[in-house]
C-alpha cells in the first residue's frame, strides 16, 4: 500500500472549517483513501473514505485531487471535541490480505 | 450492541511473565485484528483474522499468539513480556475484509478503547 505524509500538527478556531491535508503521490488506482481521528486516549473511529469523487457525511467532507495524489479532510464547523490526532490511510479495497499502514498523523488542536 | 469490549484497561506485568488480553465484539464482525501503539506513532499490525479459525501474522507478531474460537472472541496472548512490549493494545472488528462497498459498516474497523500495559 501506498505510504501518505501529513502535516505534524495544526492549529484550528473553534466554528471554522480545519482543513486537514494527506499527500499519497504513489497511490495506486485500486487504493481508497480513508480517514480516521483518535481522540486522547480512545481508541481510532472511521471518519470517511474515498476513491475518486468528493465524498460527504455527517462529519466530514473528503476532497480528492484529480490525479489523486492528494486530499483533504474537511470538518465544516470545528468544535472543541475534534480535537484529536487524524489520520490518513490509503489502501486497496478488495484486497484480502490488505493490512492498514499507519502513519503518525496530525494532531489537530482546535482553539477557544 | 456493546461494540468492541477489551480487557483489562489497565496492566502492569514484570518481565518474562505471561498473560492475555482479552477482546470481543458483538457485531458479527467475521475480521478482527490487534494492533500496538507506542507513544506518538500510528498503530502497527500484530495478527489478524478473516473469519472463525483463521488467523495471519501482521507487521510486528513476534511476541504475541492469536487464536479465533468464535466469530466474537479473539484474545492476545503475550508469552513471555519483555519491556519492549509496553505499549497501548487496540483491538478492531469490521463486518467484512476488503470488499467494496460506499456504506461505512462494511469494511470499516471499530475499534475497542484499548489496553494500556507496562512490562517492568
Known amino acids: 500500500d501506498a505510504k501518505t505524509t501529513q502535516p505534524t500538527s495544526m492549529d484550528c478556531a473553534e466554528g471554522r472549517a480545519a482543513n486537514l491535508p494527506c499527500n499519497h503521490s504513489?497511490?495506486?488506482?485500486?487504493?481508497?483513501v480513508y480517514w480516521y481521528r483518535q481522540i486522547h486516549s480512545q481508541g481510532p473511529q472511521y471518519i470517511i473514505h474515498g476513491l475518486k469523487n468528493n465524498e460527504t457525511n455527517e462529519m466530514a467532507s473528503l476532497i480528492i485531487t484529480e490525479d489523486r495524489k492528494s486530499s483533504t479532510l474537511i470538518l465544516p464547523h470545528a468544535t472543541l471535541r475534534d480535537t484529536a490526532v487524524y489520520y490518513c490511510i490509503v489502501r486497496v479495497a478488495e484486497d484480502s490480505n490488505y493490512q492498514l499502514i499507519w502513519g503518525a498523523g496530525t494532531k489537530l488542536i482546535i482553539k477557544p | 450492541n456493546a461494540g468492541v469490549t477489551q480487557t483489562p484497561k489497565f496492566q502492569v506485568l514484570k518481565t518474562g511473565q505471561s498473560m492475555t488480553l482479552q477482546c470481543a465484539q458483538d457485531m458479527n464482525h467475521e475480521y478482527m485484528s490487534w494492533y500496538r501503539q507506542d507513544p506518538g506513532m500510528g498503530l502497527r499490525l500484530i495478527h489478524y483474522?478473516?473469519?472463525?479459525?483463521?488467523?495471519d501474522q501482521g507487521e510486528v507478531p513476534n511476541g504475541y499468539n492469536v487464536s479465533r474460537s468464535t466469530t466474537e472472541d479473539f484474545p492476545l496472548r503475550l508469552l513471555s513480556a519483555a519491556p519492549s512490549q509496553t505499549s497501548v493494545y487496540f483491538c478492531?472488528?469490521?463486518?467484512?475484509?476488503?470488499?467494496?462497498?460506499?456504506?461505512?459498516?462494511?469494511?470499516?474497523?471499530?475499534f475497542g478503547p484499548g489496553t494500556r500495559l507496562t512490562v517492568l
Open positions: 483474522s478473516v473469519g472463525a479459525g483463521i488467523t
Open positions: 504513489t497511490i495506486s488506482g485500486n487504493e481508497y
Open positions: 478492531a472488528s469490521s463486518y467484512t475484509l476488503g470488499a467494496f462497498s460506499r456504506k461505512r459498516n462494511t469494511d470499516t474497523q471499530y
